[in-house]
């Protein structure tokens, strides 16, 4: 998660350089209140990043991660690991039948 973050400012920075280099040769609105104005933060208190991250954390990362105090990291949970396992069964088994008919 903390990579995917750090992703996410690489690619904004890339987004503001971009924007000051077209900026020069066209006339473009500020980048900031370009970004409030997609990101809803004009009309909403919270914008679209700050929800997908909640929404991305509540429903992939704490029902398949635990953390384990003993390494510092969070690892996939059993439950997860089998639900990935037992998907990548019934696609065979699946795969099996239609074959046969």
């Known amino acids: 998660m903390l ?3 750090q992703e996410l400012e690489g690619l904004l920075e890339c987004s503001r350089i971009a924007h000051k280099l077209l900026s020069e040769y ?3 609105n500020e980048f900031d ?3 409030r104005e997609a990101n809803h933060n004009v ?3 919270y914008g679209r990043i ?3 991250v909640f929404w991305e954390l509540n ?3 704490l029902p398949n991660y635990c953390y384990n105090a003993a390494t510092n990291r ?3 949970t059993y439950h997860a690991l089998w639900g990935k396992f037992s998907e ?3 696609r065979y088994i699946l795969r099996c039948i239609f074959r046969l008919s």
């Open 3 to 5: 990579m995917l973050c």
């Open 26 to 28: 066209m006339c473009l």
């Open 33 to 35: 209140a370009m970004f």
């Open 43 to 45: 009309s909403a208190p």
């Open 50 to 52: 700050t929800l997908h």
């Open 59 to 61: 429903y992939d990362f």
């Open 74 to 76: 969070s690892a996939l």
């Open 88 to 90: 990548i069964v019934l």
